[in-house]
């Protein structure tokens, strides 16, 4: 399932929900991956594209799906974004207390970015992100790359 780039940001983010429950998540994981679409597509990233890209490739790869977010996470198997990223999502008040968190072989990072960025918001200070060397500082709605 394609979603058209050229559409208004409400209707990008109910495309991301729908086909993000066409492929097999659940309505919950659907409508936060809605929401985080229409937040990359807000700080002028293409999440619609790598959105279209990894559900291209969902069913044929198997990707790592974790449970427990730790300081440092690693696999030989690329960790699906949007599980990683809800599962830190539920547990960034028990994450607050950490420095640094880092991800080695996370797939479409760019899909668990908004994840963190919201994760922001809830504790209320800035988290420093590495993701397969590369080094994001997320503060409040704001991505520094």
């Known amino acids: 399932m394609n979603i058209v780039t050229a559409t208004p940001p409400s209707l990008r983010r109910r495309g991301a929900q729908r086909a993000s429950k066409s492929i097999g998540f659940e309505w919950g994981i659907a409508e936060e991956l809605g929401k985080n679409i229409r937040l990359l597509e807000m700080f002028g990233l293409a999440g619609v594209k790598h959105l279209n890209s990894y559900f291209k490739v969902y069913n044929q790869k198997h990707f790592q799906k974790i449970s427990l977010i730790?300081?440092?996470?690693?696999?030989?198997?690329?960790y699906c974004?949007?599980?990683?990223?809800?599962?830190?999502?539920?547990?960034?008040?028990?994450?607050?207390t950490m420095d640094e968190i880092n991800f080695e072989n996370m797939a479409y990072p760019l899909l668990f970015l908004p994840f963190v960025s919201r994760s922001t918001e809830i504790v209320g200070k800035r988290i420093f992100l590495n993701i397969d060397e590369k080094e994001f500082l997320l503060n409040f709605k704001d991505i520094t790359l």
């Open 70 to 78: 730790s300081k440092i996470n690693t696999s030989s198997i690329p």
């Open 81 to 96: 974004p949007i599980v990683a990223g809800t599962n830190f999502l539920d547990q960034v008040n028990n994450l607050e």
